[in-house]
Each structure stands twice: as structure tokens, then as C-alpha cells.
């Protein structure tokens, strides 16, 4: 099956840095790749859907300014968490579809756990 | 309304019980169903589609009714590496985002 990796698959920043979280798919073209955040006991919450070289589109209440989102190539994506705070501590999972897999089928990378600190 | 609702749970059953999870969803337009599996402090991961003609995949069956928009997961002979928590999964157009419930948590007991 398709592989998505996601790199780092943890990390722990101090309150106003930015971390960059990485989103690869390693044997396929992902034309499409959808970031999702989740909290403790809560549901996967889609926070944007980025289309290879175009601007991604966020949900409703994302701060595009402050998760920015790069889709630079068919193989990567990445989300950086600008001036992270406290509350910006989750779980953020990214997924991926391509024109080679089944178009309803989507596959996850592993997740980055963020923590502020 | 949220888009997809599941049981709350949490339900502990014993190793060997038959265990059923129900799923509710608003949008009628929705196209694809699916029940995904997720592990403490892991990715989701798909454990199975689910069609309207129902699909059995093991131990574990999946039936959908787009008339009353619910969707259910049988699992039957319960076994101790089934406990997780069940994500009720629908997709309103394809190459569009996922859209999850909040999951049920599943654990099973020896």
C-alpha cells in the first residue's frame, strides 16, 4: 500500500517559536494532502487541504497566517506552526491522495505530537 | 447537528463477546463510508469500506443504510488486541477530506 511519512514524529518547543513539520509520500504522487489536528479524546479535525502548487484552502477558524501550509512538490507538504502557544499542543496528522490510488482511499502518516511549552 | 455521530461509549466487554457500534451521519450527498481503527497515540488507520450491500470482512461486518444515514460495525469473538477506539469515517466527494466521528472506544478484557 501507499506510504505517508511525517517528520518529526515528536517535538517539544518553548511558547513563540515555529516548528515545521514535514509530510512526504514516499511511493506515490499525492496531488492532494490534507492536514488534521486532533486533541485529547476528541475527533480528527481537518484544518486544510493543500493542492500541489496552489494556495492551500483552510477550514473555517484556522488561522492561514499562523499554520502555514507549503505544497511545494507532488512528494511533500509541510505545515508551520508560526509563534507556537500552549494551545496550539496536538496531535497533527497528515494525509495524502493521488492519482495512482483509489480516489476515495486516503493514507495517513504516522502524526507529529506537538507540545508547547 | 455534527456531521458524524457515534455511540459514546466506552464499552468493556470480555474476550469472545459480540460487540456492535452504531454511526449516524447528516449528509445525505455523502458518497463513501468507512470504519477506521485508531491506537492510543497513533494515526487512524482503515479497517474496513463499507457498502450498502454490507461487507464482511472476519470477524468484524459493516452495514450501511443511506436511508436513514447510519452506519454499523459488528465484531464478533472479541479479542484482546481489538480494544482501540473505532473512528466512523464518511467522505463527501472523492478527493475530498475525510470527515470523522468522534470515535468509540472498544476495550476488551481477559
Known amino acids: 500500500g501507499a506510504v505517508v511519512s511525517q517528520h518529526p514524529s515528536w517535538v517539544i518547543c518553548k511558547s513563540g517559536t515555529s516548528v515545521k513539520i514535514e509530510c512526504r509520500s514516499l511511493?506515490?504522487?499525492?496531488?492532494?494532502m490534507f492536514w488534521y489536528r486532533q486533541f485529547p479524546k476528541q475527533s480528527l479535525m481537518l484544518m486544510a487541504t493543500s493542492n500541489e502548487g496552489s494556495k492551500a484552502t483552510y477550514e473555517q477558524g484556522v488561522e492561514k497566517d499562523k499554520f502555514l501550509i507549503n505544497h511545494a512538490s507532488l512528494t511533500l507538504s509541510t505545515l508551520t506552526v508560526t509563534s507556537a502557544h500552549p494551545e496550539d499542543s496536538s496531535f497533527y496528522i497528515c494525509?495524502?491522495?493521488?492519482?495512482?490510488?483509489?480516489?476515495?482511499?486516503?493514507?495517513f502518516g504516522p502524526g507529529t505530537r506537538l507540545t508547547v511549552t | 447537528r455534527k456531521e458524524v455521530e457515534q455511540d459514546p461509549g466506552p464499552f468493556n466487554v470480555p474476550e469472545g463477546a459480540t460487540v456492535a457500534f452504531n454511526c449516524t451521519y447528516s449528509n445525505s450527498a455523502s458518497q463513501s463510508f468507512f470504519w477506521y481503527r485508531q491506537d492510543c497515540r497513533k494515526e487512524p488507520k482503515l479497517l474496513m469500506s463499507v457498502y450498502s450491500s454490507g461487507n464482511e470482512d472476519g470477524r468484524f461486518t459493516a452495514q450501511l443504510n443511506r436511508a436513514s444515514q447510519y452506519i454499523s460495525l459488528l465484531i464478533r469473538d472479541s479479542k484482546l488486541s481489538d480494544s482501540a477506539t473505532y473512528l466512523c469515517v464518511v467522505n463527501i466527494q472523492a478527493g475530498t477530506a475525510l470527515i470523522f466521528g468522534k470515535g468509540t472506544t472498544l476495550s476488551v478484557s481477559s
Open positions: 494525509s495524502a491522495t493521488g492519482v495512482f490510488t483509489n480516489s476515495y482511499e486516503q493514507y
Open positions: 511511493d506515490f504522487q499525492a496531488t492532494t
